[in-house]
């Protein structure tokens, strides 16, 4: 309602006259129409027939006004802004019923964004068949919620509704990603997401200036993300997650113009090197091949000696064994720890083997397995435990080989079942964790 009374206040102001006169003929024109329009209908017509030109009004309010600040928790927010992203509807189980919402992005011009959610199906038809990027909108009946990454508007009881002609958009700048986003890249690879949201059913690794990006189309935009192609995609959503690269939604509207084609060899990548474009080139998506291995809490993808941790956010989509991870993130913890992060919208593919190691950079951090023992050297004196393996020297402070000690097992067979998380730096590794199926997770204190 705040909002709808700023509306009327600045009419009231374009025409000359005081709030309460224009609202009694606002009133008037309501009773005379039969209650057939809305007061505010009724007050465009009323500001109309008063010399107002309501285009250049509304064109001129969508300049001065910007999206305040709401608070957490508010209920029966309404708010007036341009449409920067209109995405396709989802299928999420919400409390364990299958549920449609459609996101769409509204900002101003001054940088000032929201994500509105629409959870009602009447409201998901009308803003499909209505809304496009550059329409102004009215959007009332919200419910607000500040999450890390902006401003969220939940409506599933309110109304969405166009006040404005649409216009030619810039993008919009979000706390994480950008609205209105275009991309330019050459497609790596393409594939089904394990999860089928009803919408986004074609995705797509592709390797842009700014990183490799996972785009996600619609099922029309297959042919347009074909392997080898060379594309620009606009009015996407970037979804933000490390070191600027992240998903990229294209939205209903969203074109794709093939720029140019070309070959494409086969996008899998060892965890080595994985590590290596992680540390090269920063956070990526990739198709890494390797086995599967759980440890009693922790789960990695594994490559002859190396491994890295493995987060899987699909219950039961990844199994123990060798297998194909495809359109996974590949990117560093806030301990500035290696990880790969398996989500709805990454898949399998079959286990082929890709020979490669990392290249070894100082002071990074590292998983290993050791296939062999060469040499152990037990200090005891000193609480020091070296050894080495397939050519590479390993150490570790007392911390190790104390808890190694207290836990009564054989040191050698410890080290052989165990993923070791090391840093790299002159002298070999530093043993910094230790992480066993067979006992319980050793770290460095």
């Not at 374009?14 to 005379?32: I, N, P, T, W």
């Not at 039969?34 to 109309?48: H, I, R």
């Amino acid at each position: 309602m705040e909002m709808e009374k700023d509306v009327l206040r600045a009419l009231a102001d374009a025409a000359g006259v005081s709030l309460d006169e224009f609202m009694k003929r606002v009133g008037e024109k309501v009773r005379v129409l039969g209650g057939a329009v809305t007061v505010e209908a009724a007050a465009y017509l009323v500001a109309k027939e008063m010399g107002v030109d309501v285009t250049v009004f509304l064109e001129e309010y969508r300049r001065e006004y910007q999206l305040k600040e709401p608070v957490s928790g508010l209920r029966g927010f309404t708010l007036l802004g341009t449409v920067f992203f209109v995405g396709a509807p989802r299928t999420f189980m919400v409390g364990g019923r299958s549920k449609r919402v459609m996101k769409i992005v509204v900002g101003d011009e001054k940088g000032s964004a929201a994500y509105v959610s629409l959870w009602s199906e009447p409201l998901i038809q009308k803003a499909l068949n209505n809304i496009k990027r550059g329409s102004l909108v009215r959007i009332s009946g919200g419910s607000v919620k500040k999450l890390a990454r902006g401003i969220e508007i939940s409506v599933s009881r309110g109304d969405i509704e166009v006040v404005g002609a649409g216009e030619e958009l810039g993008m919009l700048e979000l706390e994480r990603g950008a609205a209105n986003f275009k991309i330019l890249g050459k497609v790596l690879d393409q594939y089904s997401p394990i999860y089928n949201d009803g919408s986004y059913t074609t995705i797509a690794l592709v390797d842009s200036p700014q990183g490799i990006f996972r785009v996600l189309g619609l099922t029309r935009h297959r042919d347009h993300l074909k392997p080898g192609l060379v594309i620009e995609a606009d009015g996407a959503l970037l979804e933000e997650r490390r070191g600027g690269v992240g998903d990229v939604f294209l939205g209903i509207d969203s074109r794709i113009d093939v720029i140019d084609e070309g070959p494409c060899g086969e996008f899998r990548f060892s965890v080595g090197n994985a590590y290596s474009v992680l540390y090269l080139e920063g956070p990526s998506y990739l198709n890494i091949a390797g086995e599967v291995v759980e440890t009693d809490k922790n789960m990695f993808i594994c490559s002859g000696n190396y491994c890295l941790p493995l987060y899987v956010r699909v219950e039961d989509a990844v199994k123990p064994g060798k297998t194909c991870l495809r359109g996974v993130f590949v990117a560093r913890l806030s301990s500035g720890r290696p990880a790969v992060y398996f989500d709805r919208y990454s898949s399998l593919c079959d286990y082929v083997e890709v020979p490669g190691g990392p290249i070894l950079r100082e002071g990074e951090s590292f998983y290993l397995r050791l296939d062999r023992i060469d040499e152990l050297t037990i200090n005891l004196d000193k609480m020091h435990l070296q050894f080495k393996s397939s050519g590479l020297e390993f150490r570790a402070s007392s911390w190790l080989l104390e808890r190694l000690i207290e836990l009564d097992v054989d040191i050698e067979e410890a080290l052989l079942n165990s993923i070791l998380n090391c840093v790299w730096g002159p002298g070999g590794f530093r043993v910094r964790a230790l992480y066993s199926k067979g006992f319980k997770d050793v770290a460095e204190r």
